[in-house]
């Protein structure tokens, strides 16, 4: 679920500095969002002690993106890089919620904290290299699709919330040279690998060197539902334009 594009920011950031080192920005949630629930917390400051604090940069290490905590009933809501989603935030009303100061220009900007990552899928349709400098102007990169167990639930989630999917969406890899392809921060994208549609990437008429993420789409006689699973890889003309999804790294 989306998160509220307004948000509000408090004359200092929230510390908490006799707990964690971390800080956090007042910010107002959709009812919805998906979040952990954990156990009642007495007061804010307990509810922030839920919230690991290692640092976002690891994946191997978890860390609280954003907290929720309500004085009246005392439930406790937090979202974290390494556990399921499986609540949702039941009312905005009497909940005062915290987003990472990191985050806190792209909460603003309508990117919404799935599973750990924060994406924004555009609407407008634009080139391969025209979407990367949108979201290079968000202060992210078009999105990294590496893994299908870390990806592919991202990319349902997120194209899931527009009112009329299309299918295909640019993400951020491209190819290099002849045969190898890489994703923006340089790690190299496998040809063998199964986040492939089948018989791709083919590079047909040699001129498909931007990555794209096909979903299923049931108007679409094109897409081989049998043969491609949800979610995958296909190479396409770069001048092409397109949806295409975005990533700040948290």
């Known amino acids: 679920m989306a998160m509220a594009l307004a948000f509000f ?23 919805g969002t998906v979040l952990n629930a954990v156990e009642d917390a007495g007061s804010l400051r307990q509810c922030a002690l839920r919230c690991p604090q290692q640092s976002c940069d690891s994946a191997a290490s978890p860390c609280c ?8 009933s005392l439930a406790c809501y937090v979202q974290t890089t390494s556990r399921p989603y499986r609540q949702l ?13 990191k985050l806190s220009h792209a909460v603003a900007l309508g990117y919404q904290m799935i599973r750990g990552q924060c994406v924004k899928v555009y609407e407008e349709k634009k080139k391969w290299s025209d979407a990367q400098r949108r979201c290079g102007a968000d202060g ?37 040279q002849m ?15 199964s986040v492939w549609m089948s018989g791709e990437p083919s590079d047909t008429g040699g001129n498909e060197e931007c990555m794209e993420v096909v979903t299923e789409d049931l108007n679409d006689i094109w897409f081989d539902k049998t043969a491609s699973p949800l979610s995958r890889l296909n ?12 990533q700040v790294d948290v």
């Open 9 to 31: 920011l408090l004359v200092s950031p929230v510390a908490f500095a006799d707990i964690q080192q971390t800080k956090y920005l007042a910010v107002n949630l959709n009812p």
């Open 65 to 72: 993106t954003l907290f929720c905590w309500s004085k009246t």
């Open 89 to 101: 935030l039941p009312s905005a009303v009497g909940f005062r919620c915290f987003v990472k100061e």
């Open 140 to 176: 992210g990169h078009l999105y990294y699709f590496k893994t299908l167990d870390t990806a592919e639930p991202v990319i349902n989630d997120v194209t899931g919330t527009l009112a009329a999917p299309t299918g295909r969406y640019w993400v951020g890899a491209s190819q290099t």
């Open 179 to 193: 045969a190898t392809y890489r994703w923006g921060d340089g790690t190299l994208l496998a040809l063998n690998t």
């Open 235 to 246: 190479d396409f003309t770069c001048d092409t334009v397109s949806h295409f999804i975005c």
